[in-house]
C-alpha cells in the first residue's frame, strides 16, 4: 500500500460500509400478530416509516453497535408490544435465535453469523446470486438471556464502558501502556465514543491520532483478533477468539516465533502479514502463510489479502475501537 | 520451584498456566474458599467459589446484610477476615449466594485478570453491578473503585473462555502494581499469582486464605 493516501481512502470506504437489516419484533412479544402474520416483517421501510429518520438510513453502518438502534425500534414496535412498560435498553437481538453480543460491532457480528460469501476482488462486480441481504434479526424487548448477555442500562453507560475497555486494549497493545486513552480528557473519551456512534470520520480522527503512534513509529504490537468458525450444530454459541502479542515485524531468521517482543523494524526483519499471523496462530487451518488453502481470512465482508501486513490492515481498516476483527472462514 | 519470570512484571500464558495448576493443587481442602478447580476449555484458567455470606436469600427479595455466622466445620475453617468471622459453604448449596471467581490470563495485558460473578440463589441470572458494589466491594475500597474509567473500575464484560457475562476488575495497572510490591528476583509463577490474588481479590473479598500464603513462604524471616 502507498503510504498515508490509500491508508486515508481505505479507511474512509470501511467508515462508509453499511449494511441492510431488517429486523422483526419476537412473535412472542407481538400482541398485534401471530407468528405467521408478514406484517411482523418491518423490513427496510421500517426506518422509511419512522418520521424523525432520514431514509437513507435504510441500511446501518458496519462499525455500529446494535444498541444504537433501539430507541427507535422500541418506538416503532411500541403499539404492538406485549408489554408496554418494557424499556428501550429491555432490548435484545438475536439472530436464528442465538443473542448476538451488543458490544461487537455489527459488521462483526453480520461476518460472524450471516453466513454471507465474502467479497473478493473477482466477485465484487458479479455479486448476482443469493444473499443473505437484507439481514433479518429478531428484537426482543423482554426475557432478557442474562445468561448469555450482559444488561444495558438506560443512559448507554455500560455500552459506553465496554467501547472505552476495548480502546484501552487497542492502545496498550500499540504504544506498550494505556496512559493514552487513560489521560484523554473527559470530552475526548466521550468524543471518541460519539464519534462511532454518530459514524463521523474526521471527528474519530481529530481523537483518535492523539492516541496513535504516527506513521514513522511502527506498533509495538499489532490490536488483532481472530474468530474461528462456529460449530456447525450452534450447540454452543460461545466464540472461540485467538489472540497473542502480534508485532508488526517479525525477524526473518526466526519467522515461526510468535514470541518475540521486539518491534522495530530493523536489517534481517520483515513486515508480519496476515497469513504470517494465520499460519504461526492456526497451522492447521492455515498450512500457508501466503496462499489460503482451507480457510480465508475476512474482514469487513471482504477477504482479505494474505500478504496484508497487520499493521497497515490496523491502520486503514481497524473497528472504532482500534481492533481488527478478523473471522475465519472455511472454504469449500 | 519455577525460577524468576522472564517477562516480569508481566507474565507469559505458560507461566500463567503453570502458576494456576500450582496454585489449584495446593488448595485442595483449603479453608476460605469453597472450591478451587482448574478449569481447561479453550484456555486454561482458574475458577474459585466462595459463598457471600452479606446476602440472605432465604427471606425475599431484597437483599439485606446477613448475620455473622459460626462456622460449623471444623476441618473447613474459615479465616478470620477483619476480625470477623466468616461462613463459607459449598457451591451447591441451595440458600446461599455465591460469588465464582477467576483468574484468566489477558492475551492483551499479559496479567492475570479477576473475572466474576454473583449469584444469588432465587434470582435468575447474575446479579448486577449494584449489588457487587453493596455486597461484595469492602466499603474501603467503594469510592475509590468507582471513581475511575465511564462506569467504575469494575466492568461488565464476558468470561473469555466461557462467554458467559461476567465483571472483572480493569487489569490495565496491574502489571505497574506488580513491579512495586513483588520483587523481581525472587518472584516465581506461583508466587505471581499469590501476589496478584492478593492485591486484586481485595476490591471483591475474594481473599487468599492465610494457610495459601504461609505454604507459599520458604523461608519466613
Known amino acids: ?332 | 520451584m519455577a525460577s524468576a519470570l522472564s517477562a516480569f512484571p508481566f507474565l507469559t500464558a505458560g507461566d500463567f498456566e503453570w502458576a494456576c495448576r500450582d496454585l489449584a493443587d495446593r488448595t485442595c481442602g483449603c479453608g476460605g474458599w469453597s472450591s478451587v478447580r482448574l478449569v481447561t476449555e479453550n484456555d486454561t484458567y482458574l475458577r474459585i467459589t466462595r459463598c457471600v455470606d452479606v446476602l440472605d436469600t432465604i427471606e425475599g427479595p431484597e437483599l439485606r446484610e446477613a448475620q455473622e455466622l459460626e462456622d460449623e466445620d471444623p476441618v473447613c475453617k474459615p479465616p478470620s477476615v477483619h476480625g470477623k468471622a466468616r461462613t463459607w459453604t459449598t457451591f451447591d448449596d441451595a440458600h446461599s449466594s455465591f460469588l465464582t471467581g477467576g483468574a484468566v490470563f489477558s492475551p492483551t495485558y499479559q496479567v492475570p485478570v479477576l473475572y466474576f460473578t454473583l449469584r444469588w440463589h432465587n434470582h435468575q441470572g447474575p446479579l448486577g453491578l449494584d449489588a457487587v458494589y453493596q455486597y461484595v466491594v469492602p466499603e474501603q475500597y467503594r469510592k475509590e473503585l468507582k471513581g475511575v474509567g465511564v462506569i467504575g473500575g469494575i466492568s461488565f464484560g464476558y468470561h473469555p473462555a466461557s462467554g458467559a457475562p461476567a465483571f472483572f476488575v480493569h487489569p490495565c495497572n496491574t502489571a505497574d502494581a506488580m513491579a512495586q510490591i513483588a520483587d523481581a528476583r525472587s518472584v516465581t509463577p506461583g508466587t505471581y499469582l499469590i501476589i496478584w490474588l492478593g492485591l486484586v481479590g481485595h476490591c471483591v473479598n475474594l481473599h487468599v486464605p492465610r494457610e495459601l500464603v504461609a505454604s507459599d513462604d520458604p523461608s519466613p524471616s
Open chain 1, 1 to 332: 500500500m502507498e503510504g498515508q493516501t490509500s491508508l486515508v481512502s481505505l479507511q474512509k470506504s470501511v467508515w462508509a460500509g453499511r449494511i441492510p437489516l431488517e429486523i422483526v419484533l419476537a412473535p412472542s412479544e407481538s400482541r398485534s400478530f401471530d407468528k405467521t402474520d408478514p406484517y411482523l416483517v418491518c423490513p427496510l421501510d421500517i426506518f422509511e416509516q419512522i418520521a424523525f429518520v432520514d431514509p437513507y438510513e435504510i441500511s446501518y453502518p458496519r462499525l455500529s453497535y446494535l444498541p444504537s438502534l433501539l430507541p427507535r425500534l422500541r418506538a416503532f414496535f411500541s403499539p404492538s408490544l406485549i408489554e408496554p412498560s418494557s424499556q428501550h435498553h429491555d432490548g435484545w437481538f438475536a439472530f436464528e435465535g442465538v443473542p448476538l453480543k451488543w458490544h461487537y460491532p455489527i459488521g462483526l457480528l453480520f461476518d460472524l453469523y450471516a453466513g454471507a460469501d465474502p467479497v473478493t476482488k473477482s466477485t465484487v462486480d458479479s455479486q448476482e446470486g443469493e444473499s443473505p441481504l437484507p439481514w433479518r434479526l429478531t428484537v426482543h424487548f423482554s426475557d432478557w438471556p442474562s445468561e448469555d448477555l450482559v444488561r444495558l442500562d438506560p443512559d448507554g453507560m455500560v455500552m459506553n464502558d465496554a467501547f472505552i475497555n476495548s480502546v484501552k486494549e487497542a492502545d496498550f497493545l500499540r504504544n506498550g501502556t494505556a496512559k493514552g486513552i487513560m489521560s484523554l480528557s473527559k470530552e475526548d473519551s466521550a468524543g471518541l465514543w460519539k464519534s462511532v456512534e454518530d459514524i463521523n470520520l474526521s471527528s474519530f480522527q481529530r481523537i483518535s491520532n492523539t492516541l496513535l503512534p504516527p506513521l514513522s513509529q511502527p506498533f509495538r504490537n499489532v490490536p488483532i483478533r481472530i474468530f474461528l468458525p462456529l460449530p456447525p450444530d450452534q450447540e454452543n454459541s460461545s466464540l472461540k477468539v485467538v489472540q497473542s502479542p502480534m508485532p508488526p515485524s517479525v525477524s526473518t531468521s526466526s519467522i515461526q516465533s510468535s514470541q518475540s517482543i521486539s518491534s522495530r523494524s530493523s536489517p534481517g526483519m520483515q513486515l508480519q502479514t496476515i497469513g504470517g499471523v494465520l499460519h504461526t496462530l492456526l497451522p492447521n487451518l492455515f498450512p500457508s502463510r501466503r496462499t489460503p488453502v482451507l480457510a480465508k481470512p475476512v474482514l469487513h465482508g471482504a477477504v482479505l489479502p494474505m500478504s496484508a501486513p497487520i499493521e497497515e490492515v490496523v491502520r486503514s481498516s481497524a473497528y472504532g475501537d482500534g481492533w481488527a476483527y478478523v473471522v475465519v472462514r472455511m472454504m469449500g
